[in-house]
């Protein structure tokens, strides 16, 4: 699941993206209980006990769109986890239970019953064995928008079902229905059992008036028509997977239908956003292809949709081979060429391997599946776009998580979470993200992927824990991992490093000097391997070190003095660095260091010494980088420029505005023609960028003009 909107979509970090972004709007917000565990509590948030295994649930539904009520009729096929049992306990959220039966061959027998309003514990006709199943039959209606925060849920985003417009009296706003199960809400809409362990094949009848399309897991087998104006639809799904995960969508819904390998891979929006649906999301095939060529193991599922809603309580959510996404994919053609969505959507397609197909055990593991599907999205920037954008997320992501503030101070597999909604955080998601990538370049690319090969097949269509991924990967690489895992995976906090580099040209020697300042009372000393890399007269030198101890030199001898020192030189650490070098240093970084991450933090280094020459110089060379975002950012540089110098670049900054290839460039162009260039004639240049497509780059341009 996607849990927030402005942070991630937005801004991606907060760093790069403010123009592209809508401005903030006042609203109110329905009241939350708020959950925290009492000082020095012992709180423990293991497995859920498993008593009863669900195999199958069929449901009948139809909807009294007035009163926003469900009526259903549901079959569910279980049978004892592993004791023998009589009594079968289910989750059922504020229903109305109308009656409960045993289905025999020939007809339903009564069972007896108690019900307080969460829980149906229903009696059985006798003791069932491990090895005997039995279906129960129960007729419900449900009222998700009667449930009542504080008492029946959390918040407003517990509901499970949500009827939007469902009197049809905003005529600004379409009449749809869909769900959200994600942790524990399913059961608001339908008895079951809420545990991400709980694993089910399911065949749902969804009764809709017939101008409107429904959407569920699986394939529609077959439609209906009542004759009454309504029609019912045959969802079903023969692979299992958690109850949360069961969705439905009813609205007026345009289909746009694509294709992979031989799966439906279809697009649900509203009508007017039909025509921009495959530039939307028209990279999902590829996607797909690349996930199941990379992970050695194919999409699982029977096809795959995507559906855009009103109103959505999370940034999106995988449900199996049915992904729902936020309003904010409702775009333009405009929209998208400012804000590309191939992020949240690798996001959401990757959890189909992690999250649906092998899913976390229970809510403390979550980052089994939110920290892969995070790094998902790496994964689809490195195919898709290179290494450089890759590590522009991965930048995005690491600055996301360090912002964080106090809530960074908790592990990232935590047993002694308040509530289960507290895990979906920064933890879980970037920094999880941030470590997978540490793991993959700690045992190096090819056992990566063959442990996460192994991983999904060994648990498919089944869950696991974090003990299992190490000891996978353990398995692959024939070495003890525990150092890792119980340093990243199952700790907090981050090692805060201090480095010091010198020559001593008497011995003819480097010394780099690293300090772990973090709190060792609450946080790891941490083993960090990594390279060093020593530029000298034109040639680059690596040296792999390994950071043990809280303070810690090593020496290495050299012919000269180095022009750089480089520690971590791939960047791929989760740490936070403290380390100053000169701006002839940062300059050398710059034009010479290999990575984007290398010239990002020269440049924005360099920013400090803004007055010097030879940073001015380098900014400016920066402004023609190859990465969008240094060439961003290089154009901070412009104001701290002399009136001679800002001649010197003013072609260039007009190219960069008609020109450029990223609009956020162009539209940060545009503002320093607006802002610095006021002297200068730019009538032509804004007439030419308002016509731009982007919506950022006509703002921009209104702005700068004085519109």
Partial sequence: MTYFKLLRYCSIGAVFFILSCSAPKMVNLDPIT???NMPGSNVYRGSYTRTTDIINTKIDLSFDWDSAYVYGKATILAKPYFYDTDLLVLDANGFQIKQVSLINSEDKK???YSYDGKKLRVSLDKIYHKDQSYSVFIDYVAMPNKLKIGEDI???????????NHSGKDKNKPQQIWTQGETECNSSWFPTINDPQEKMT??????VPDRFVSLSNGSLEFSSLNGDGTRTDNWRQEQAHSTYLTMLAVGNFVITKDKWRDKEVNYYTEPKFAPTAKIVFGNTPEMMEFFSEKLGVDYPWDKYSQIVVRDFVSGAMENTSATVFYEGLNMSEGQHIDQNQDDIIAHELFHHWFGDLVTAESWSNLPLNESFATYGGYLWDEYKNGREQADFKGLSD???YLNSGNKRNVDVIRFDYADREHM????????GGRILHMLRKTVGEDAFFKALNTYLTRFAFKTAEIHDLRLIFEEITGTDLNW?????FLASGHPILAIKTAYNPDNKEVSILLEQNQDLSAVPLYRVPMAVDIYLNGKVERKEILLEKQSQSFVFPVLGLPDLINVDAEKYLLAEKIEEKTAQQYAFQYHNA???MDRMEAISKLLRYKDEPLSKSTLIKAISDKHWAIRDKALEIIPHLSIEERALIYEKIKELALQDSVSQVRASSIEALGKHYRLMDNREIFFMTAMDKSIAVKKATAIAAGK
């Fill in 484 to 488: 890792f895992f119980n340093q990243w």
């Fill in 110 to 112: 009564p069972l007896n």
């Fill in 202 to 207: 399911q065949e749902l009848n969804i009764t």
């Fill in 594 to 596: 290999p990575l984007f």
């Fill in 154 to 164: 959390t918040s407003a985003g517990d509901r499970g079902m949500y009827f939007i």
């Fill in 398 to 400: 690491l600055t996301s």
């Fill in 34 to 36: 708020v959950i925290e």
């Fill in 424 to 431: 979906f955080d920064e933890v879980s998601y970037q920094k």
